[in-house]
């Protein structure tokens, strides 16, 4: 049982590359979603999906897609990256019933 | 929209000092209310957690109460160590089902213990 993974691990990217942050879960959750982490402003939510084929907006949207056909994987795009996008992503899952929120060790991403 | 307020950090004690971080927050509904912790270079790890109203949670030594009446869920533990460094994350849950319970952090408080 490996929990929530995300891959890479660090990423450097030029403004305006496309690349594409993995999240896969095998907990049959059906709750995922993408936070970012930003200094002094602790996580703030991305997308989430309440279950495979549905996908909704958080906090910070924009510059970001999501989708999710499977229940075990939610990606997150960047289809043109910007420097305002540097920043730490966090994916996390947790069962639809309620409880915990289980939280994937994260990307590192440097936009140049 | 709902929000939750750490005190500002960082936070620098010596060991086997009390440990108090202050947070509180604003929601509707029935909210739960969690603390996070997060070692360098690490993901986030759940400490602890209260899912209503004079509820305790507690885990490795720390505690931290839900007050409705002064909408606050203060993190405190007697006897800190060097291990317990770290940044600490107050967190609420809406519970609600539409938005998939959707968690909204605090700033975060860096922690760090001094031997």
């Known amino acids: 049982n490996a929990g929530v993974t995300q891959t890479p691990k660090f990423q450097v990217l030029k403004t305006g590359q496309s690349m594409t942050l993995q999240c896969a879960q095998d907990?049959?959750?059906?709750?995922m979603s993408w936070y970012r982490q930003d200094p002094g402003m602790g996580l703030r939510l991305i997308h989430y999906?309440?279950?495979?084929?549905?996908?909704d907006q958080g906090e910070v949207p924009n510059g970001y897609n999501v989708s999710r056909s499977t229940t075990e994987d939610f990606p997150l795009r960047l289809l043109s990256a910007a420097p305002s996008q540097t920043s730490v992503y966090f994916c996390?899952?947790?069962?639809?019933?309620?409880?915990?929120?289980?939280f994937g060790p994260g990307t590192r991403l440097l936009v140049l | 929209g709902d929000s939750v307020t750490q005190m500002e950090g960082p936070v620098t004690l010596s060991e086997e000092a009390f440990l108090t971080i202050n947070c509180t927050y604003t929601?509707?509904?029935?909210?739960?209310l969690f603390w996070y912790v997060q070692y360098p270079g690490e993901g986030l790890q759940l400490l602890l957690k209260?899912?209503?109203?004079?509820d305790k949670g507690s885990n490795k030594g720390f505690e931290a109460t839900y007050r409705k009446e002064t909408t606050s869920f203060h993190l405190e533990k007697g006897s800190v160590q060097v291990s317990d460094s770290a940044v600490y994350f107050c967190?609420?849950?809406?519970?609600?089902?539409?938005?998939?319970?959707?968690?909204?952090f605090g700033e975060g408080t860096q922690l760090t213990v001094n031997p």
């Open positions: 967190a609420l849950s809406d519970n609600r089902q539409t938005s998939g319970s959707r968690l909204t």
């Open positions: 209260a899912t209503k109203a004079d």
């Open positions: 996390a899952s947790r069962a639809s019933g309620g409880g915990t929120q289980y």
């Open positions: 907990m049959n959750h059906e709750y």
């Open positions: 929601a509707t509904g029935y909210p739960s």
């Open positions: 999906s309440v279950g495979a084929g549905i996908t």
